[in-house]
């Protein structure tokens, strides 16, 4: 049995829902998000809230009835707020640039790095080594930001890398000269 499935979702007043069949429209001031439910998975809107429930009893449809439920919820705080994730550059000479729709970053490689940022993501460079990547879908904002810090995940040893804001790096401790 889900017991997140059953909880309600509460919509805000700025932030419209349209239940049609298997698909789910949800429009705010972010943006608009679409989303097909599985087979057995039926979305119903009353007044200001949105219940998901299960109409189909097999273990599979229990699992899928709260992955709706969460992914619903997600989208319509995403629609009304928005999501956010930070990276930080760390390492001598490491920096990003934001020129139109294309992130530049120089990771100490022998040549610069383009990223062609999605056009519903949001990205915003400040001190050349703080970057912000914001919008309403919060899988797309994750896998953007996952994408920019694979380029140089942070390394043990000196710290240097693109990493998450407040991520913690355990550091390992370098070769030492062997004394005779």
């Known amino acids: ?95 990003a640039a934001l020129q139109g729709k294309v992130l530049n970053l120089s990771l100490g490689f022998s040549h610069p790095i383009n990223y062609n940022v999605p056009d519903d993501i949001k990205v915003t460079v400040t001190d050349n080594t703080n970057i912000l990547v914001e919008g309403a879908d919060k899988q797309k904002v994750g896998a953007v930001a996952a994408d920019i810090r694979a380029y140089y995940p942070p390394e043990p040893y000196k710290g240097k890398g693109v990493r998450y804001a407040g991520e913690q790096i355990i550091r390992k401790e370098g070769k030492t000269a062997q004394s005779k």
């Open 1 to 95: 049995m889900s017991r997140i499935g059953f909880k309600p979702i509460l919509v805000p007043d700025k932030v419209k829902v349209t239940v049609a069949g298997p698909k789910v429209n949800i429009e705010g001031p972010r943006g608009k998000l679409a989303h097909t439910l599985p087979t057995g998975i039926e979305a119903a809107l009353d007044g200001k809230t949105l219940n998901v429930t299960n109409a189909g009893g097999t273990r599979q449809h229990k699992a899928l009835h709260g992955l709706s439920r969460s992914l619903l919820a997600n989208y319509v705080q995403g629609a009304n707020e928005g999501f956010a994730k930070k990276l930080e550059i760390q390492g001598v000479g490491f920096k």
